[in-house]
């Protein structure tokens, strides 16, 4: 059903471990910004939300700096579209 153990990576860095700035980081329209809609549904992604929610870290400012490419992956666990309450945004940057 896909709510399984995660084998790769093997383990994510702990956001309360990065440094944080003192001030907000606007998102970059020169990103390119590419949707992963892995179900062929109709799905708005809240990208401002999702934004907020990392837009006071050091290396999100050190990223939008230096790499212009972000994709946003709604990952649907299950069959069909499923429970919204399992499901997770994924940020994909690239350098």
């Known amino acids: 059903m896909g709510l399984g153990q995660i084998l790769y990576p093997e383990n994510f ?9 003192s001030t907000n980081i606007e998102f970059p329209n020169h990103l ?16 401002d939300s999702i934004w907020e929610s990392i837009n006071s870290y050091e290396i999100i400012e050190n990223y939008t700096q230096n ?3 972000i994709a946003t992956l709604l990952y649907t666990p299950g069959v ?8 997770d945004y994924i940020l994909i940057m690239t350098k």
């Open 13 to 21: 860095e702990n956001s309360i471990n990065l440094e944080q700035i």
């Open 32 to 47: 390119n910004h590419i949707e992963l809609n892995q179900h062929n549904i109709e799905y708005e992604y809240p990208i």
């Open 67 to 69: 790499t212009p490419n």
């Open 80 to 87: 069909g579209i499923g429970d919204p309450n399992y499901w």
